[in-house]
């Protein structure tokens, strides 16, 4: 089992930018693939970001594409997402999340991840 929990969230105006860490416990974090999800007031949790076990394949959904990258240091056990560009519709929670699914492909479904972290909290001002 893992725990995760996410920090550097905050507020910051339209175009800035933000670091979200993730520090997983346990020995075993290079096993996970890892994620970023987001939930904005209102809406369902969505897909943001995976990155592979080694770290050496990422995936974004479009919207955030060319603005944000996730990355992680497996000796540290972390996960990264830094986010550039900040627009007010990146508003949300972010949770990062591990995996020990295996598909072949990115994980990009909820339900492919095993542990989530507790969230938090980002606000882009207009």
């Known amino acids: 089992q893992v725990q995760l929990v996410e920090s550097g969230g905050g507020l910051v105006q339209a175009g800035g930018s933000l670091r979200l860490s993730c520090a997983a416990s346990?020995?075993?974090?290079?096993?996970?693939?890892m994620g970023w999800f987001r939930q904005a007031p209102g809406k369902e949790r969505e897909f943001v970001a995976t990155i592979t076990r080694s770290g050496g394949n990422t995936y974004y959904v479009d919207s955030v594409k060319g603005r944000f990258t996730i990355s992680r240091d497996n000796a540290k056990n972390s996960v990264y997402l830094q986010m550039n560009s900040l627009k007010p519709e990146d508003t949300a929670v972010y949770y990062c999340a591990a995996s020990t699914f295996f598909n072949g492909g990115y994980l990009v479904e909820e339900y492919e991840y095993d542990y989530w972290g507790q969230g938090t909290q980002v606000t882009v001002s207009s």
């Open positions: 346990g020995r075993t974090f290079s096993r996970y693939v």
